[in-house]
């Protein structure tokens, strides 16, 4: 009786093992992935080609970072924030208007 209860104890130990340490590679790997991300355009060539678009980060102590994502069509990598809480302004130009 002694036997089953410690082979119950041996298995149930081992189980959860098993789960936190999949636990930990999945946070692992999303985190890995969130570290990456960038702002991307989308959209038809001819209005791209004609659009401008500035963004603004606020991040959470309040400062102000700007920077340019599409400028008459050249799109430029802006990594967002991932590790804390930031605030986005944008501002679109078409035409000049």
Request: some cysteine.
């Amino acid at each position: 009786m002694e036997n089953l209860l410690n082979q119950h104890i041996k298995g149930f130990s081992t189980t959860i093992v098993k789960v936190f340490l999949q636990l930990l590679l999945i946070t692992t790997v999303a985190c890995t992935k969130m570290n990456e991300q960038t702002f991307k355009v989308f959209g038809k060539e001819d209005i791209l080609k004609n659009t401008k678009i500035n963004i603004i980060k606020i991040d959470d102590r309040g400062a102000k970072t700007e920077n340019t994502l599409l400028f008459l069509g050249k799109e430029y990598d802006i990594n967002a924030e991932t590790e804390a809480g930031a605030t986005y302004e944008l501002y679109v130009s078409y035409k000049d208007s």
